[in-house]
């Protein structure tokens, strides 16, 4: 089983940038695709970004494109959102996920979580 702790949210100013990290806790991290997706109050989550098994296929919401960036390091079993020009509307909790799919948007196909990091952009 797979098992996922994020780390580096906090609160931040409009215009500034946070660095969140998934952490993996199994080697089957490299096989599978990775995403990182939100939830705001009273909101569903809904999926942020995603990266591919191979990293070969990267893609965003379009509300974040050119100003959040995903990556992974296959050495360390980590995946990594950088975000920068933050928004308030970006406040949520940011969740990263695995899933066996070669690459996914959709949140059923993940099976494993991390248990969440808070994002606070104050305006």
């Known amino acids: 089983q797979v098992q996922l702790v994020e780390s580096g949210g906090g609160l931040v100013q409009a215009g500034g940038s946070l660095r969140l990290s998934c952490a993996a806790s199994?080697?089957?991290?490299?096989?599978?695709?990775m995403g990182w997706f939100r939830q705001a109050p009273g909101k569903e989550r809904q999926f942020v970004a995603g990266?591919?098994?191979?990293?070969?296929?990267?893609d965003y919401v379009d509300s974040v494109k050119g100003r959040f960036t995903i990556s992974r390091d296959y050495a360390k079993n980590e995946a990594y959102l950088q975000m920068d020009s933050l928004k308030p509307e970006d406040t949520a909790v940011y969740y990263c996920g695995v899933t066996t799919s070669w690459y996914s948007e959709t949140g059923s196909d993940y099976l494993y979580w991390g248990q969440g990091t808070q994002v606070t952009v104050s305006s």
């Open positions: 199994s080697r089957t991290f490299s096989g599978n695709a």
């Open positions: 990266i591919s098994r191979t990293g070969n296929k990267i």
